[in-house]
Structure formats: structure tokens, C-alpha cells
């Protein structure tokens, strides 16, 4: 319910509002746009670009039914960016309501006295004043200015102010509307469409590969090759929902609390599994040992905890900045807990990935068993190419968002979480690619290399001598007939040899 409850808070272009304006506090909201040049027309927006505060409801909130007057100003603007400071610095000590000392001190004009200061520095600004007799809620809808069309990108601001110190305070209840030429989802999210919508795709193409070989191979399959299985119908399942979720999202303006809870949970078990396939790998389990013994446990409670770990910290940070818990003491410490905790639990995961694949490699080449030493150097490789990945996306990220206060890359920033699961796609594919189903499956994961099986004297362990290769493939059913991983050299049939059941 927690969760549901930060999806519904999420920020959507139907902006639902009930809030209390006092005098001297004003509220504002944070609006990005594009320019209509700049998207595709899609349906419902075909096209039109606007703000839309017109369904809006206001009314005093007086004691005195006699003596009740009220004055709302509503104002809309382009926020500057020229500057490369936050648009609210636009007024002096973020001061917004100009008062009689203002004035004398210059800072405002006479005229604008008690009400809303437009700073020199923002040019594109609609501003009108409400007022308002009596206790009567009053009806914005027909008023036609408050529709405002845009025409420029950049993040628009939508403020309410009471600055008159005699006027009630004003209750807003109702929704603004956000329509972009491509219909409600937000500007800043934009980009989430097709990225999710082409990586749904990759996903789904991958994985109809990927079930076909299991099919073609069904009775080699070894077990880690269910855990990869696994982690990618999760991938399938994140995706497709969280690309559905923006087409509706789009369609209707309001967040679909299903699909995107859904998404996330699954988003977060992806990660999870994903992390114990890794370790799992690094232990040579499936493929060197048959059974890693108590370490499986282990393994198992790690990843639990970071998805419990995950999914706390996931629904904390989709916690909009309006909610009454953000900023809040008692939650920013449980936050930065649960940061310290999930951060510590990945580090173990990263640590005793390296010890155990470092400790694997070192044993694999003591004991000359080349063919899978070479499976596993290649392993190595794709984790070393991950390390590089996520150090550029994480300099990436620190460019695009640090000292950026005005907020110019606002249409970039969804590319932070897109190089994220662009890596997370690439490495996976890798990894599945290392450890595809092949012909000889189950027979490659219980041989040895020939110097291993061989004693000094000529017996394999069994008792039996063997002149030839021959004599050992008939004893064991043949000779293995080709490399069960294709081309990646983690297979050398001369060199290889079954043990016996």
C-alpha cells in the first residue's frame, strides 16, 4: 500500500490540486515543455501545446462570512536560464510579493505594491489576478486566458500567490492540464517511450533466441541456465510493463498505479537474480562444481536482502518533493540508512564476485584445465568491460547533473537511467551468450582435461589404462562432437574427457 500510495504521488500532466494559498507563501509548480517543433504529433496532443489551469475551483477561507475578500495572482512563466542560476533567484531574497519597504528600497515598483513581482529577467510570463467576495467557491472554467499556449521549450513555472496581507487565504481544488503535441506524458519523460519500447523489443527478440535453444537442448540444460532463463523473462516482463505503462500514462495523463508498481518489483527482483547469477558464475557453479554446499544459502540471503533493501529505496526516491514525509528528519535518516545498507550489501556482492572468480581462475590453471580457464578468462573480460561501463555512466551522470542548477539539461537527464539499463543489457547478453544451451551440455560440465584424469602410472582413477583417445571415448560413450559454446573457445574436444557415471 506504501508503494501505491508514492506511484499515485508520482508527477503526472493532470496535475491534481488541493492546496491552501496564504498570504505571503506562494505555490508554485514546475512544468517541462517542448516546442511543438521539436516531438512528433501523436494522438490525443495532435499537436497542441498548452497549460491549461481553467478547471480550477477557488474560494475564501474566512471566518468572517461579511468581511471576506480574497485575492489570488496566477502566473505563468518561462523559466530563465541565461543566467545559469535556479529561476527562483530571479527575485531578490526570494522575496515574491512586493511590499511598501520593497518599494522605497527600489526593489519594486509603487504600482506593485501587494502583489507579485515579475522580475526583469523572465520575459515569458502570463499573469492574472483573481479576486474573490464572499465564501463562494468560484469556477475557472470559463475562463479562456488561463489556457496558456506554448510555443518555447524550457520548464515553465505555474504560480499561485496571495500577496495582498488583507486577503483571506484562498483554497485551490482541482487539476491543471498539460497537453503536449504528443499527448500527457510528461517532457522529461518523453524519451521513455521509445527507449523502453526498443528495449522491450531486444528483449523479446533475444528471448525467443534464447527459448528456441533451450527447446532445441532441453536435456543438456544445466541448472544455471534456469537462473539466466529467469533473470530475462524478468527483463521481458520490467520492460513490456514499464513501456505500457508510459503509452498509457501518455493516453490518459494519470499514472497507472498497476503497471507501474508492477514494474518496479519486478524491476528490483530482476536486479536481484541478476546479482546471485553473477556470484553464482564467479563460483563456477553449474559448470566447475556441481554444489557450492552451504555458500548457495548464502548467496540466496544476499540477494533477498538487497531486494528488500531495493525495493525500500526505490519507493523512497519516487516519493515526489510535495509529499509531506520528504524533507522530514526522521526519513532522511531512514533513507540514508537504508543507502548505507544497500550500498553494503552490493559492495559484498562486487568483493566476493572478484575473490571467488579470481580464487576459480587460479585453480582452473593449477590444475590445466584450459578449456574451461578460458570459458572463465572470458567471463573475466565481460565483468571488466562492466566496471568500464559503469565508471563512464556514472562520470556521465556526475557531467550531466552536477552544476547544472538551471536546469539546461532537463531533456537529457532520462539518458542517466537509459545507460543504465543499456550496460545491464549489454553485460547480460554477454554473460547468456558465454553460457547459451549447446549440444554435449551436461557431459561438458563433468569432464576433465586428459593431464587431470591420467595418473603418473596411466590410470584415470578407475583402475583402467587407455592407449588411446579412442579407447577412452568408447569407455565413455563416444567422442564429444563439437564445442558446446560455439566458437567461444571454453571447449577443446582433443583435450576433453567424460567421467564416468
Known amino acids: 500500500s506504501v508503494l501505491l500510495f508514492l506511484i499515485v504521488c508520482t508527477s503526472a500532466e493532470i496535475i491534481s490540486y488541493n492546496n491552501l494559498i496564504e498570504s505571503g507563501k506562494p505555490y508554485f509548480v514546475e512544468i517541462p515543455k517542448f516546442a511543438p517543433a521539436d516531438v512528433p504529433h501523436w494522438s490525443p496532443g495532435k499537436g497542441h501545446n498548452t497549460i491549461d489551469a481553467s478547471r480550477l475551483s477557488i474560494r475564501n477561507v474566512c471566518q468572517d462570512r461579511d468581511n471576506c475578500f480574497g485575492a489570488l495572482e496566477f502566473m505563468i512563466f518561462l523559466a530563465p536560464i541565461e543566467t545559469g542560476k535556479p529561476w527562483v533567484e530571479a527575485w531578490d531574497d526570494s522575496e515574491m510579493c512586493c511590499t511598501s519597504e520593497m518599494a522605497d528600497e527600489g526593489l519594486c515598483g509603487a504600482m506593485e505594491v501587494n502583489t507579485l513581482i515579475t522580475p526583469p529577467s523572465i520575459k515569458d510570463s502570463f499573469k492574472q489576478t483573481i479576486s474573490l467576495e464572499g465564501k463562494a467557491q468560484t469556477s475557472l472554467d470559463n475562463d479562456a486566458e488561463l489556457d496558456v499556449s506554448v510555443k518555447r521549450k524550457g520548464i515553465y513555472v505555474v504560480m499561485f500567490a496571495v500577496c495582498d496581507p488583507k486577503s483571506a487565504p484562498v483554497q485551490i481544488e482541482g487539476y491543471i492540464e498539460s497537453m503536449n503535441p504528443y499527448g500527457y506524458t510528461p517532457a522529461d519523460s518523453f524519451a521513455d517511450i521509445p527507449f523502453y519500447g526498443t528495449l522491450s523489443g531486444l528483449y523479446l527478440v533475444f528471448g525467443i533466441g534464447w527459448l528456441i535453444c533451450c527447446t532445441l537442448h532441453s536435456e543438456e540444460l544445466i541448472s544455471l541456465q534456469y537462473w539466466i532463463t529467469g533473470a530475462l523473462a524478468l527483463g521481458m516482463i520490467e520492460t513490456t510493463l514499464l513501456f505500457t505503462h508510459f503509452l498509457v500514462w501518455n493516453e490518459h495523463g494519470v499514472v497507472e498505479a498497476g503497471l507501474l508498481g508492477t514494474g518496479l518489483i519486478v524491476g528490483v527482483t530482476k536486479r536481484a537474480v541478476s546479482r546471485v547469477v553473477v556470484l553464482l558464475v564467479s563460483m563456477g557453479w553449474g559448470v566447475v562444481r556441481q554444489s557450492i554446499g552451504e555458500d548457495m544459502k548464502r548467496v540466496l540471503y544476499l540477494g533477498a536482502a538487497y531486494a528488500v533493501l531495493s525495493s525500500i529505496y526505490t519507493m523512497a526516491a519516487s516519493m515526489p518533493k510535495s509529499a509531506k514525509y520528504v524533507g522530514d528528519p526522521e526519513f532522511e535518516n ?41 570459458l572463465y578468462c572470458k567471463f573475466r573480460y565481460v565483468l571488466f568491460a562492466s566496471v568500464t561501463l559503469a565508471v563512464f555512466w556514472a562520470t556521465y551522470g556526475a557531467w550531466l547533473v552536477a552544476g547544472d542548477v538551471a536546469e539546461r539539461n532537463w531533456d537529457q537527464r532520462w539518458s542517466i537511467d537509459a545507460c543504465s539499463e543499456v550496460i545491464y543489457w549489454t553485460i547480460f547478453v554477454a554473460i547468456a551468450i558465454l553460457w547459451a544451451p549447446y549440444r554435449n551440455n551436461q557431459r561438458y560440465v563433468s569432464y576433465v582435461e586428459l593431464s587431470q584424469v591420467t595418473s603418473e602410472d596411466g590410470e584415470d582413477g578407475s583402475g583402467k589404462n587407455y592407449s588411446s583417445e579412442d579407447e577412452l571415448d568408447d569407455e565413455y560413450g563416444g567422442p564429444i562432437e563439437e564445442d558446446p559454446f560455439q566458437g567461444t573457445g571454453a571447449l577443446d574436444p582433443a583435450m576433453a574427457v567424460m567421467k564416468k557415471n
Open 334 to 374: 531512514m533513507f540514508s540508512l537504508v543507502v548505507m545498507l544497500l550500498a553494503t550489501v552490493d559492495t559484498t556482492f562486487y568483493m566476493w564476485t572478484i575473490s571467488s572468480l579470481n580464487n576459480l581462475i587460479i585453480t582452473l590453471r593449477a590444475r590445466k584445465q584450459t578449456a574451461k580457464l578460458d
